[in-house]
């Protein structure tokens, strides 16, 4: 039987190959993507030492409300800053990006060595596919292993509970392969540059109570 994760594999091969990223886990949203981006370079900072400047993770106060939220539950804290920004803009010091507004041939050939872009797929954005999704983008083989675990509930995709032997942390948070296979049909006819997509009318995230 014809594993029903292959068309999985197959649009993140696609978009590997739109994007000039080596490689892509594909999510449920960009937010997810997001979150799990951020969560790998938390577990990976605590797990290996890694330098970290320390501080929050600063991102604009204008964007969608599901960022910040994302970036707490990945482990951090935030900061806002009044920026203007068109089509993506980088979780700094993360080397983790954010461009649900922007989908275009060889965007990942732009982005220095070990970054994760997280794009977006929602009905409004240049995909379009009707139930969303969003995928991370990156050069890390390592860590694109252990993020298609952390959005399968942490383990290997369509392994049954059985068969798993190695797990990790995770969320449910895969693409199904419907919504994967509505992505490769309309990446087949997607223009290959695209515009930045307009920005929505965020509200400004550092007057809500929330994240004070």
């Not at 892509?24 to 030492?49: F, N, P, Q």
């Amino acid at each position: 039987m014809q594993n029903p994760y292959q068309v999985v594999h197959d649009f993140e091969s696609a978009l590997c190959e739109y994007t000039g990223a080596p490689y892509c886990v594909t999510t449920t949203s960009c937010t997810m993507a997001i979150l799990l981006a951020c969560r790998w370079h938390y577990l990976d900072i605590e797990e290996k030492g890694y330098e970290y400047p320390g501080g929050p993770v600063t991102i604009p106060s204008r964007t969608y409300v599901g960022v910040p939220m994302s970036i707490i539950h990945a482990g951090f804290e935030v900061s806002f800053h009044d920026t203007k920004w068109r089509g993506d803009y980088p979780l700094h010091p993360l080397p983790v990006v954010d461009s649900a507004r922007l989908l275009t041939t060889g965007m990942y050939e732009w982005q220095d060595p070990g970054t994760f872009v997280c794009v977006s797929f929602h009905p409004t954005k240049h995909l379009g596919i009707s139930t969303g999704g969003g995928a991370i983008l990156l050069d890390d083989p390592e860590a694109a292993g252990i993020l298609r675990m952390m959005r399968f509930d942490g383990r290997d995709t369509g392994i049954q509970l059985q068969s798993q032997k190695d797990w990790v942390m995770g969320w449910h948070a895969n693409m199904s392969p419907m919504a994967a296979a509505e992505g490769l049909l309309r990446l087949s006819t997607l223009p290959r540059n695209n515009d930045p997509l307009p920005n929505s009318d965020y509200p400004d995230l550092s007057k809500l109570e929330i994240f004070k």
